[in-house]
Nanobody, 126 residues
Framework: QVQLVESGGGLVQAGGSLRLSCVAS????????MGWFREAPGKEREFVAA????????SYAASAKGRFTISRDNAKSTVYLLMNSLKPEDTAVYYC???????????????????WGQGTQVTVSS
């Protein structure tokens, strides 16, 4: 049974930082591209960042570029999202997701992703 478990969310002031983690089990982690998405109240789920199976190819949403960094540790079956310079508009539930993909493929839409975590709440106060 595949499980993705996020952690690291919380309440932070604007300008602060958080690091989200997502631990995967039940799958061959190194065979999956990984992504982070978020969903704010009243809004659709949106892409934040993604990286390829080996971590060599990355993609960021415009809103995340320059502030967020996605990385992975295949030995620990974990993907991270380091978020700096947080803004109130970053407030959302953050989800990690896994997709079976080619070695250098990054996917920036939610539909292809095979597995999803339960989400972790990030709240940024002004």
């Amino acid at each position: 049974q595949v499980q993705l478990v996020e952690s690291g969310g919380g309440l932070v002031q604007a300008g602060g930082s958080l690091r989200l983690s997502c631990v995967a089990s039940g799958l061959t982690f190194g065979s999956y591209g990984m992504g982070w998405f978020r969903e704010a109240p009243g809004k659709e789920r949106e892409f934040v960042a993604a990286l390829s199976r080996g971590g060599g190819t990355k993609s960021y949403a415009a809103s995340a570029k320059g502030r967020f960094t996605i990385s992975r540790d295949n030995a620990k079956s974990t993907v991270y999202l380091l978020m700096n310079s947080l803004k109130p508009e970053d407030t959302a539930v953050y989800y990690c997701a896994a997709v079976s993909s080619g070695p250098r493929v990054v996917l920036t839409t939610s539909v292809p992703y095979n597995y999803w975590g339960q989400g972790t709440q990030v709240t940024v106060s002004s």
